[in-house]
């Protein structure tokens, strides 16, 4: 990918000369952003937002990997990064720590709570979690943190469904029970007579990658399998014979359930007193999902009604459990210590999948396992690339013509595509980024663009002009309108009163086409005067002049007027920042009645 000129606006000493990768449309202004290897983005990954600044004498990133991980995933970081493995932190050692590093890899073990991130100090850009569960991170916190989170969700599936179905046939022949017996010197072999699986009804809720997988297995094992997954789609469950049911329908007839459901608001407790009170009398559970899916207990009160005849738990509310705890010392129940995820393979896979996902976030890429930001594949980005750098510019812009004191509340996007389903979520947080960032010190990125606009009370709107045509290029032009605001150039404001430019891609290179009601043409690469005048001879030489004598280059202009004569607008692109007095002296030409100057 060619590198692009993208100049900072809050740091004049990051010249117009500095050329930084795309990534850095993405970053904040972080001077030493720069020791992060310029590599290009793979296939299947998008571009995102990395900028912390690392302290590390190495000048390499520092990653905290606060549990154990597998040694290939840890080869991979230490090829890239200084790897502290510091396991078993108490939770003020990891607070204390976590200002020190820009990446921090957990299991289920870690809660990565909002104290974690505001004990960061901004520093911790990415947080990744080597496995699938994402409850144990305050994924709110993350992302008002403009810190992205990753997980590994595809390595450790078929462990998890192996040890869902390795629960599934040890509870059903109390296989934990008769071996805790039989060491206890007994032989009770009338005590653990078992179920049998085969023609049995299992419903398997949560019909994703684990539910799926234990659904294949089960139907091998010669069950009947059903499924409630209120997101599935019945296609999948369909091609390996599975029914998508009701809720309802699936508790209410299933001989054995299996839980698979992320630990969500939606899901929490999902199993309690009224929903046991619905099952079908004697019903077998197995939970390899997560214990907060069910109220603990109302499943010691199901077990002593008998309603629920067995449990296999893996899973449990607080972990480890209290040595007391009701559920690991009844009689009916079989427990694990969480071990769905842990087998040899599915480690290994596991710690490459997440060092991977961490290496190539902290790199400017997202691996396309962010859990907080939109996935944009890698394809689409490449395309949207100049666009992506317009949306930043016209957000720039647009900001810079408010006069000071009047607050951006309403911001209105426009964008004419002669595509559908144009996916505007990247624009959309450029154009934040150029809107907020020169009004405050946050820094904006994909992760917390949307979150930053809301806590700053800009709304910000969006309307898909549709054009008929070729769906070749994927934007005609971008309009972005700021309402409710006064104006330091008149002219830069329309007929309803709102702030108002546009902008489009021409062979590559982003352009302003239009400011107010006055048409223009100037590339985004520079900075940017406009000047109204009355449209008479010799006005482009006159500015052209003052800033030749200023020794400022000037790389483009162009007039719209809208009609000879009348008011024209200039638009002069310039490579340097003019001196202030050059400007007042462009502001001293008789024919200029507003100009102002626009840093991009
Ligand atoms: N015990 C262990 O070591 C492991 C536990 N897990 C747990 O298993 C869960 C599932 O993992 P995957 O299958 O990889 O995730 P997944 O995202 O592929 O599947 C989760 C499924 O749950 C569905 N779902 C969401 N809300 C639901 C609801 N209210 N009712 C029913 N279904 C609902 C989703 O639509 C999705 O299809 C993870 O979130 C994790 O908590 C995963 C791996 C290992
Ligand atoms: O991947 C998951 O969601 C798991 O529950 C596995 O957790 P673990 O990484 O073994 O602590």
Redesign the pocket.
């Known amino acids: 990918m060619a590198s692009l000129k993208i100049p900072t606006l809050r740091t004049p000493s990051h010249s117009l000369s500095s050329k930084l990768s795309l990534r850095s449309a993405f970053s904040a202004n972080f001077p030493n952003s720069a020791r992060f290897s310029r590599s290009q983005p793979q296939r299947g990954r998008v571009l995102i937002i990395t900028s912390a600044a690392s302290s590390s004498s190495s000048n390499k990133p520092t990653v905290l990997v606060a549990e154990k991980l597998g040694e290939a995933g840890l080869t991979l970081l230490k090829e890239f990064a200084d790897v502290d493995c510091s396991y078993n932190l108490s939770p003020k050692e990891l607070r204390s720590k976590i200002s020190l590093c820009d990446a921090l890899i957990v299991r289920s073990g870690t809660k990565v709570n909002r104290a974690v991130f505001e004990s960061s100090g901004g520093r911790l850009k990415v947080v990744g979690r080597a ?3 994402i ?1 144990n991170v305050d994924l709110a916190a993350a992302t008002e943190h403009g810190c992205l989170v990753v997980n590994a ?1 595809t390595a ?2 078929v462990a ?1 469904a192996e ?1 869902g179905i390795a629960l599934l046939a040890a509870m059903a022949r109390n296989v934990a029970q008769a071996d805790a017996s039989i060491k206890a010197g007994k032989w009770q072999r009338n005590k653990y007579v078992g179920v049998s699986l085969v023609g049995k009804t299992l419903a398997v ?7 799926s997988e234990v659904a294949r297995r089960a139907k091998g094992l010669g069950m009947h399998v059903i499924a ?5 789609p019945a296609e999948r469950a369909c091609a390996i014979g599975v029914e998508l049911v009701s809720f309802d329908e699936a508790i209410g007839t299933a001989d054995f359930i299996s839980m ?5 608001p ?2 929490s407790k ?1 199993f309690n007193d009224e929903t046991f009170a619905k099952m079908k009398k004697g019903v077998r559970i197995v939970n ?3 214990g907060g899916v069910v109220d603990e207990e109302a499943l010691v009160r199901a077990l002593d009604a008998g309603i629920v005849a067995q449990a296999a738990l ?2 449990f509310s607080e972990e480890p459990p209290k040595q007391d705890n009701k559920l690991v010392q009844h009689e009916m129940v079989t427990v694990t210590p ?4 842990s087998t040899m393979e599915a480690q290994e896979g596991v710690a490459i999948e997440i060092a991977e996902a961490v290496v190539g976030a902290l790199k400017g890429e997202l691996a396309a396992t962010a859990v907080n930001a939109p996935m944009v594949p890698a394809e689409v980005l490449l395309e949207l690339k100049p666009y992506v750098i317009l949306a930043e510019k016209l957000g720039r812009l647009a900001v810079q013509l408010v006069a000071g004191g009047s607050g951006v509340k309403t911001v209105k996007v426009s964008y004419a595509s002669s595509r559908p389903n144009l996916d505007t979520r990247l624009l959309r947080a450029m154009i934040t980024k150029g809107i907020i960032e020169p009004i405050s010190d946050v820094y904006v990125n994909l992760v917390n663009a949307d979150y930053t606009a809301k806590q700053r009370g800009v709304r910000i709107t969006e309307e898909h002009i549709h054009l008929d045509g070729s769906h070749e290029i994927p934007l005609e032009f971008i309009k972005v309108q700021i309402a409710d605001v006064k104006s330091k150039f008149a002219s830069a404001t329309s007929k309803s009163g709102e702030i108002k430019v546009e902008g489009r891609v021409k062979d590559g290179i982003p352009h302003l086409t239009k400011v107010g009601s006055f048409r223009v043409d100037v590339s985004l690469e520079g900075s940017i005067i406009l000047c109204r005048q009355v449209d008479q001879p010799g006005m482009i030489g006159k500015v052209g002049s003052i800033l030749g004598q200023e020794n400022v280059n000037v790389s483009f202009m162009s007039v719209g007027r809208v009609a000879p004569r009348k008011h024209a607008v200039m638009a002069i692109g310039v490579d340097d920042q003019p001196r202030k007095e050059s400007l007042k002296r462009i502001g001293e030409v008789p024919a200029i009645e507003e100009f102002v100057f626009l840093k991009l």
């Open positions: 496995g699938v569960g409850d969700p450790n599936t998890a040890h809720l949560g019909f994703g990658k684990v539910g409630h997954d209120p997101y599935a698979h459901m992320p630990l969500i939606a899901t999902m390899v999902a997560r893996d899973v969480h071990l769905g995820a």
